[in-house]
DNA sequence: CTGTTAGCGCTTTCAT
DNA sequence: ATGAAAGCGCTAACAG
């Protein structure tokens, strides 16, 4: 039943690449005459065999198709040549460009990389963490859901960066949080507007700082502020929270991120409502579909791409940087459509 | 200068979870004082053991924060536990849904999933195929651009099953697209069309199917057809054939993906065209941007999760599946407000 | 420069 | 029911 079954026994002699054995660097010793320690040589540490037999050893692996095996190579050498990312859900654009940022590093050196959701569970990235730590020289953990401790406890085994969000005791690489909402908050305050909601996500290690922050920077201008609670970081979310927002009476709302802006301006253009000047919304990341939105998202834009290849290239060079090193990145205000002068 | 480097020889004697060595068989054989293959036995084929010592090793173990190491279980058992994705380029939003379905049934089953990026090219597709090959327990192929040989050759080694796109010596699960072209084409002549414009990109292999069929569909009611070229599948592409539509005088459009359905209708709006009276557009894909353009798009919903989850659920079921099975799953025409009945 | 040997962590006969 | 031993593919001393 197994696909590994033997064939029947009159099977023709087959070529290895047939056989669905991959070729060894026993294969090759075999084929030149020569130990497989010698191949392992010439093929890993160039120069430090004779040129002529290197030459021949190359031949015959290319010809046999050889390729290492890199779960044999991670035995004796403990470096898998891979690398996890670990963060609470795929679907959410705003991980597409970190993914893809921190992919773009890993092939360029070399690596291979892991996906791994946690649905936002931190059991689920708990156990996520320690079951990959064996097959990984790295992970990138994006918005954890544990707490600092754990985090700096599991990075025992190995190194561990945080990117989009800051823990105390890793290397992170995050946005420029009072770039961001100072440009914002003056945007907002220059066109009039003196009152503001911020549409959070409470639970999330991101959120609160986020909040915080927008709290002092509106309070310096006079503006008042109130936050409301999102049950989710998603469209539909945003569109729930409209009712909250007009109960509140503001002009102008800072959402937690562009899908939860998407909704709420979905739900404001379906109850009526001129937008932007009955309402003006800010988004956070700047997703691709934030300019296609009508009215077209005015937005802070994270460098999210950037912060997928940093955080990267920091877990790659976790040798050199033990210290819990923070790369900030600027983290910049978009202005399209969705933000007008206050009208009421 | 490595991580691995001896500490000062005075260290205390530390915690082996605290070491940054994870622990082995040996720790809990040697703790438990029984000999390493009964641990493996006792921990994987539960009932083949004494119960009171398997439950003396699961304690042990659990108390260790042991794990095992699937690199070291793959030699032997020739099982690695992982699968890998492959396709051309993560950013696209179609490929989103179908990771995230085939991340699901991977990690419902216990394995671990590994993403790769091919950028659209051949010989990279190939490489990479190759790579992981000795690494994964099949492969996940999406919008392949290797030919059918090459792939069959490929899967000599490993089970690979093709996703969103046919490849006869494959298994494949692809959308229904005589069901969903049917719908598009019958849609339109409902709404009066006689003439459609297809924006394709040739050379990738799903293209020419689905103008082949849209062709013989329009032909049969009676609308004439014309393609026209796009450079890629974006978003700029679609706005940058907004030219050529309007040249050739159609009247409706059936564009390659979404993102180029919402390049080509922001181009129009931005020309000053009136949507959709002036031009109709269906697109592909049923990305989550979709309803949130303005028109809202008309789309062919592509079901792209469940191919997520059932190319991964054909590949771990490998074994028993080893005939080219094909799963059809339904296209479906979702109308929203980027078509028309025509005006001129 | 090349061969020998041992071992990475785990599984798997084969004995006992 | 448990132990002993061999081996997966590769690397890394250590000899020669």
Redesign the interface.
Known sequence: ????EPMASDEPMANP????R?PTIYDIAQKVGLNPSTVSRALNRPGRTNASTEERIRAAAAEL?Y??????R??PT?L?G?FAIVLPD??N?VH??L??GA??VA?ANGY??????TEGLAEIERETI??????VDGLLVVASRLDDDSLATLS????IVAANHAAPSLPSVIPDLAMGLTAAMDHLHDLGHRSVAYLGLSGVQINRPRWDLALDLAAARDISAVEIALDAPT?EAGAAALRRVRASGVTAVLAYNDLVA?GLL?AARAEGLHLPDDLSVIGFDDI??AE???PALTTLRSPLREIGTRAMQTVID???N?AASKVVLPLELVVRESTARVSR
């Open positions: 039943m197994s696909r590994d690449a047939r056989t669905g991959p198709g390729r290492v095996n890199p779960m044999a991670a035995l403990g898998t891979t795929i679907t654009p597409f460009e993914i893809r992919e773009q092939r291979t990389l892991i996906i791994s959701e320690q079951t990959l730590q064996s097959s025992w085994v190995k190194p469209v998407h979905r691709f579909s296609l939105a009508v976790a040798d050199r033990r």
